[in-house]
């Protein structure tokens, strides 16, 4: 079977002699890029294939690149702290799954208002006391773009209104609740069990 790229690097250097913490600081510099050449480009997607070379020489290609548009996602509680989940199909997963609020950050949009706007489209809750918690990669190996998180509070709730192509479900869960659907895998989205740690050790 062949090694992932990340493995095919003749530089790799052990951190069994750094000590607790990792405290030596290690140079680990990135790719050159020799060429770039888009496989798919349309609406859903937009693939390209890089030429790479790394530090020690070591040529991979082609190196898949996913160019994705930002996300945005909420953790919105209600006045009992219980959070707004949402459940819709999943067709990558065949399944239909419970997650966050939130979705596309669309082009020139504050990823603040996006959160807003897919919370209102999706559930018809409008919030308040907004505060950010974070932006991160959702997967710095392949994909571009960010994934933002952002907690508030239900100020009303009115009617919701996903996209034609959603069909999508809305309501509150307790945290012991949340915790038995991620065990059960009915919250099984990484990326939202992740936001959802974050904003609440933060709230």
């Not at 997607?45 to 690149?65: E, F, H, K, Q």
């Not at 997650?99 to 208002?113: F, I, N």
């Not at 996006?114 to 991160?136: D, H, M, P, V, Y």
Request: with cysteine; hydrophobic share 35%.
């Amino acid at each position: 079977m062949r090694s992932p790229p990340w493995a095919q690097s003749k530089s790799v250097t052990s951190t069994a002699s750094l000590g607790t913490g990792m405290k030596k600081s290690l140079e680990i510099r990135s790719w050159t890029v020799n060429r770039s050449s888009t496989i798919i480009r349309d609406r859903w997607i937009d693939l390209r294939a890089d030429d790479c070379t790394t530090p020690a020489g070591v040529r991979i290609s082609p190196y898949y690149v996913l160019r994705y548009p930002d996300w945005a996602h909420s953790i919105c509680l209600d006045q009992d702290n219980r959070v707004c989940v949402v459940k819709q199909y999943r067709h990558g997963a065949l399944r239909v799954m419970m997650e966050l609020p939130g979705g596309v950050v669309e082009a020139g949009e504050d990823p603040l208002m996006a959160a807003k706007r897919e919370l209102l489209e999706e559930t018809g809750i409008r919030a308040t006391q907004w505060r950010a918690c974070g932006s991160f990669s959702p997967n710095p190996a392949t994909h571009t773009n960010r994934f933002h998180v952002f907690a508030c509070r239900v100020q009303s709730i009115g009617v919701p209104r996903p996209d034609e192509s959603e069909e999508i479900q809305s309501g509150f869960l307790t945290l012991a609740q949340i915790r038995a659907a991620i065990d059960s895998g009915e919250f099984g989205q990484l990326l939202h069990i992740g936001a959802l740690c974050r904003a609440l050790n933060q709230l």
